[in-house]
């Protein structure tokens, strides 16, 4: 089980506007900040958004990210077909036992 | 173009020893921190360990600390993961990840390698 809570599964068409969210607590999100991974099917992980809002060179502006308390959200907005993936959210968590990073359990996007 | 890749992934029985390694160009390794992150077959990610650009300081996981070692060699531009006494629930694959320590974020990743540990 997962430190961070994310659905498993999401869905949309074409065009639409889509929201992903994370849950997590004081000790982790709640914290740090927050850090969004788009994974396509076979591939390594991609850096889709860092530091709760921030996107690398190269994300679209389609994609965006926020944090309120322990929770964080990933929106994409004019869904496009080849945004199908596996999207997961991290952050640094800070326990007794020291620190470490947590990922959600991941949320595969449908794009029907 | 920041290229990292990794190797030294394979079949190991329980209980074994394996080193991965992670080759990393296009970037200037030291100023920067790197990270293991790994994928058990059908599963989600799950970080692993990580080190800052000096080496100075090193984090792990709950579920490996005390059995795998990061390490970097920064006049080889090489991350490494030490994994001793390998468990079954350890086989995944293993990507090895450009990091900024502050946040956390793995700004560039690896291709991966596969790491099997079966009798």
């Known amino acids: 089980q997962s430190v961070l809570t994310q659905p498993p599964s999401a869905s949309g068409t074409p065009g639409q506007r889509v929201t992903i969210s994370c849950s997590g607590s004081?000790?982790?999100?709640?914290?740090?900040?927050v850090n969004w991974y788009q994974q396509l099917p076979g591939t390594a992980p991609k850096l889709l958004i860092y530091?709760?809002?921030q996107r690398p060179s190269g994300v679209p502006d389609r994609f965006s990210g926020s944090k309120s308390g322990t929770s964080a959200s990933l929106a994409i907005s004019g869904l496009q077909s080849e945004d199908e993936a596996d999207y997961y959210c991290?952050?640094?968590?800070?326990?007794?036992?020291?620190?470490?990073?947590?990922f959600g359990g991941g949320t595969k996007l449908t794009v029907l | 173009e920041v290229q990292l890749l990794e190797s030294g992934g394979g079949l190991v029985q329980p209980g074994g020893s394996l080193r991965l390694s992670c080759a990393a160009s296009?970037?200037?390794?030291?100023?920067?921190?790197m990270s293991w992150v790994r994928q058990a077959p059908g599963k989600g990610l799950e970080w692993v360990s990580a080190?800052?650009?000096?080496?100075?300081?090193?984090y792990y996981a709950d579920s490996v600390k005390g059995r795998f070692t990061i390490s970097r060699d920064n006049s080889k531009n090489t991350l490494y993961l030490q994994m001793n006494s390998l468990r079954a629930e350890d086989t995944a694959v293993y990507y090895c990840?450009?990091?900024?320590?502050?946040?956390?974020?793995?700004?560039?990743w690896g291709q991966g390698t596969l790491v099997t540990v079966s009798s």
């Open positions: 296009g970037f200037t390794f030291s100023s920067y921190a």
């Open positions: 990840a450009q990091t900024r320590l502050y946040d956390s974020s793995g700004i560039n």
């Open positions: 004081s000790s982790n999100i709640g914290s740090n900040t």
């Open positions: 530091s709760n809002n």
């Open positions: 080190i800052s650009g000096s080496g100075g300081s090193t």
């Open positions: 991290a952050a640094w968590d800070d326990s007794l036992n020291g620190r470490q990073v947590v």
